[in-house]
T-cell receptor
Framework: NAGVTQTPKFQVLKTGQSMTLQCAQDMNHEYMSWYRQDPGMGLRLIHYSVGAGITDQGEVPNGYNVSRSTTEDFPLRLLSAAPSQTSVYFC??????????FGPGTRLTVT | AQSVTQLGSHVSVSEGALVLLRCNYSSSVPPYLFWYVQYPNQGLQLLLKYTTGATLVKGINGFEAEFKKSETSFHLTKPSAHMSDAAEYFCAVSGSSNTGKLIFGQGTTLQVKP
């Protein structure tokens, strides 16, 4: 198993551009989540999904969209990038809602 | 609603000394509690978890944590620090709706001095 994979590893965007961060897992996990990590703030939940076709907002959803058309994939879309979205983004998945496995992260810089 | 507070953003210990990283939580329902470790430029790895049952939980790399309901605490300890323990540590509590949502503390960076 590859576990949780994320692409790209690094990305630089200009303000106003859009892009999609990819997340995939090959463990047939129902639960998937997106977090952002900022210095001194820990990880904050952006969006999460409890199964294909079901998504919901987390703590900081503004400026981000998600969809879950398959069990394996959970892409995160930035609609119009802003400097405040400069962060490290982590995707996580699990079969148990109370234990999550994290991907290696995507480091995003918005200029 | 749940919340987590980690006391001390930086902790420094000498190699071989006791490691104590503090975590206090707030939860309106019985909590599930976790400690994760993050090495530089890597993702998070689960160290240990408390769900139900025994309140003293043992994890990987010699770490353990004790759930104390009366103190709303879940402190992480290791009897003897190793240089390889230098990393950032995050305490987390599960969301009340049991949907896989984790609420994280701010993180504690552990420095181990030779």
């Amino acid at each position: 198993n590859a576990g949780v994979t994320q692409t790209p590893k690094f990305q630089v965007l200009k303000t106003g551009q859009s892009m999609t961060l990819q997340c995939a897992q090959d463990m047939n996990h129902e639960y998937m989540s997106w977090y952002r990590q900022d210095p001194g703030m820990g990880l904050r939940l952006i969006h999460y999904s409890v199964g294909a076709g079901i998504t919901d907002q987390g703590e900081v959803p503004n400026g981000y969209n998600v969809s879950r058309s398959t069990t394996e994939d959970f892409p995160l879309r930035l609609l119009s990038a802003a400097p405040s979205q400069t962060s490290v983004y982590f995707c996580a998945s699990s079969s148990n809602p109370n234990e999550q496995y994290f991907g290696p992260g995507t480091r995003l810089t918005v200029t | 609603a749940q919340s987590v507070t980690q006391l001390g953003s930086h902790v420094s210990v000498s190699e071989g000394a006791l490691v104590l990283l503090r975590c206090n939580y707030s939860s309106s329902v019985p909590p599930y509690l976790f400690w994760y470790v993050q090495y530089p430029n890597q993702g998070l790895q689960l160290l240990l978890k408390y769900t139900t049952g025994a309140t003293l939980v043992k994890g990987i790399n010699g770490f353990e944590a004790e759930f104390k309901k009366s103190e709303t605490s879940f402190h992480l300890t290791k009897p003897s620090a190793h240089m390889s323990d230098a990393a950032e540590y995050f305490c987390a509590v599960s969301g009340s709706s049991n949907t896989g949502k984790l609420i994280f503390g701010q993180g504690t960076t552990l420095q181990v001095k030779p």
